[in-house]
């Protein structure tokens, strides 16, 4: 039974990296169509659309933002309700659930948020740049996931997982950055609100409730809330990931005997009628057999399963389209130099990849965690350069930090020169190693 839930979840694994790679192929089209159509005579269209200005309400209650802002407001707050969704599994059942498993994969991601933090401050601090120290500390976990997929065996199935949660740990770091230091004026009354509602969606879990229709309806509310607070409202996308309910219905022995129940009799009645056309008692069996698949699945699941393609294939393609359409001209050099694209630059490639080394180093050192089975130091190394392709999430926190200023797009020059960077290096180094052997794979 151990083993075949172990084959159960490393084949659930594999399925999820297949995703994030193939979501990263379309992010990357994504990226480069932004960057070409910023660059061609049809220039003034891109900037035209992303301004163009949104009123979504009912009559005299409305939102009205340009497109763009819908986007980052909007389409990402989905995002981020997936990632809530992402690190909640991982907390209660993944590789954060215990203490031994989850300290490899979270101090990797201290490390890897506070040395790109503390080098990106160091050339910019007392500078009109300085607000952007958050911008080095992300990882893309789609793009860096879609590189080490195309690997193969040259990465243990271990040192992917590893990736996996410390991508998910380091998202979360990104939320309460965004949440403490890159917050607006605060409206305390709309705020109230929110936290209100909140209390009323965890109120709604404590008790029992799985109808994801009303934790949608009250998760809406939220994000206007938050929307209106001053806090950014994709934060709301977290706290209503919080609040969805992990657990089943029924347990899993009760589920194994009314499914066997249930096709017994889908049997019995295939004898009977010998036809490949289902009898009306097998219609029922079947809408029975659906019934308990849904008790036995958590709304969790169910939800992350449901809107994780639509956020790999949709919602951060649309995002990468939005924010990356950066002019490329003769201001190229001097960007370039700019105190903020190196701390960008140097924060990604060098700072993620001591960080993350360095602090796995130090907890492996003094024995509190292990390297994943037949994982080398090199690999190690390998993956804490892919950590450094901080793309989507950097991008968001460079809106966010700069706004309209000029700095925005020397940090996305930063961004998407250093994601470069750091995936070649990953790569390189990752190429160079052995392969992965039959026990680590």
Request: proline fraction near 4%.
């Amino acid at each position: 039974m151990a083993r075949r839930t172990s084959v159960s979840l490393v084949r659930a694994f594999r399925d999820f990296v297949r995703l994030e790679a193939a979501g990263g192929i379309v992010l990357l089209v994504a990226t480069a169509l932004a960057l070409a159509w910023a660059n061609s005579p049809w220039a003034p269209w891109y900037a035209a659309l992303w301004d163009t200005p949104v009123v979504v309400g009912v009559g005299a209650f409305g939102i009205a933002k340009p497109l763009l802002l819908w986007v980052n407001d909007g389409l990402m707050a989905l995002f981020f309700f997936v990632v809530g969704l992402e690190i909640k599994r991982e907390v209660l059942v993944g590789e954060l659930a215990s203490l031994r498993r989850a300290t490899l994969p979270a101090a990797a991601a201290v490390g890897g948020m506070v040395v790109p933090a503390a080098i990106y401050l160091g050339l910019n601090l007392g500078g009109p740049g300085s607000h952007g120290w958050g911008i080095p500390m992300a990882t893309d976990i789609a793009f860096a996931l879609g590189v080490i997929t195309l690997l193969g065996d040259r990465v243990p199935l271990g040192l992917k997982v590893f990736l996996a949660a410390l991508a998910i740990v380091d998202d979360l770091g990104a939320v309460l950055v965004i949440a403490i230091f890159y917050t607006a004026e605060l409206n305390l009354v709309a705020l109230g609100v929110g936290l209100g509602i909140f209390a009323v969606m965890v109120v709604l879990s404590g008790a029992g409730v799985r109808r994801i229709g009303l934790y949608g309806l009250l998760g809406v509310v939220l994000w206007i809330a938050f929307l209106k607070s001053g806090i950014h409202a994709t934060l709301a996308g977290v706290l209503a990931a919080v609040t969805i309910p992990a657990s089943a219905r029924i347990h899993t022995t009760t589920f194994r005997s009314r499914s066997r129940e249930l096709l017994d009799a889908f049997e019995i009645r295939d004898v009977e009628t010998g036809t490949h056309r289902l009898s009306a008692e097998q219609q029922e069996v079947v809408l029975g057999l659906a019934g308990v698949v849904r008790e036995v699945e958590s709304p969790l699941h169910r939800l992350e399963h449901a809107l994780h393609p639509w956020v790999s294939f949709v919602i951060m393609p649309v995002f990468a389209l939005a924010n990356a359409g950066i002019v490329l001209g003769g201001g190229l050099v001097e960007s370039a130099t700019h105190p903020v694209t190196l701390g960008i630059v140097l924060g990604l490639v060098g700072g993620k990849l001591i960080g993350v080394v360095g602090f796995s180093w130090l907890v492996t050192t003094i024995g509190l965690a292990e390297l994943p089975s037949g994982a080398t130091w090199r690999q190690v190394t390998g993956v804490a350069a892919l950590a450094g392709i901080g793309f989507t999430m950097s991008l968001f926190i460079a809106s966010l930090a700069f706004g309209d200023s000029p700095l925005l797009d020397n940090a996305k020059v930063g961004i998407l020169g250093a994601s470069l960077l750091a995936g070649v290096l990953g790569v390189a180094l990752l190429l160079t190693g052995p392969r992965a052997t039959a026990e680590s794979g």
